[in-house]
């Protein structure tokens, strides 16, 4: 009867020591390969579906992976054309990707707006929010 007792004793602080971390972010190592100047060259879709070209130098992001922010040198005059941030100095981060169906683990935030999936490349930086209706932003080195 005690072994029975001692058993379930031992049942029930397994079963309700346990708890679930589903809701975990990702702990996994940042991303590399961010790190210097980017140049903006295009930004494309949106609801209207609009391509934005900018010429190579006029806006100019800056990720310092030790702060984790990046700095926008947005020397863009004209109001129409969306060019994701003005001048100024943000912080970044990788979030885990919610939206369904997923087509990336993890996005890039940056000042608390998601930009969605993101590609490091040795000379182009790609962001897109296509999983939601939004901008697909294209970088250089």
């Not at 971390?21 to 590399?32: A, H, M």
């Not at 930004?43 to 990720?63: A, H, L, Q, R, S």
Request: proline share 5%.
């Amino acid at each position: 009867m005690n072994t029975s007792k001692l058993l379930f004793a031992l049942l029930f602080l397994l079963l309700f020591s346990c708890h679930s971390d589903d809701n975990r972010p990702i702990q996994s190592p940042l991303p590399t390969g961010i790190e210097g100047s980017w140049k903006l060259t295009q930004v494309n879709g949106g609801i209207t579906g609009t391509i934005y070209d900018y010429p190579e130098g006029m806006i100019t992001w800056k990720f310092n992976g030790i702060s984790q922010t990046v700095v926008v040198q947005n020397n863009n005059n004209d109001e129409s054309m969306q060019d994701i941030l003005p001048s100024g100095t943000y912080p970044y981060s990788f979030v885990v990707n919610e939206a369904t169906p997923e087509l990336c683990a993890l996005n890039i935030e940056v000042n608390g707006m998601n930009l969605g999936c993101y590609n490091i490349g040795a000379t182009q930086l790609t962001m897109s929010q296509i999983e939601s209706d939004g901008f697909f932003i294209k970088l250089i080195r």
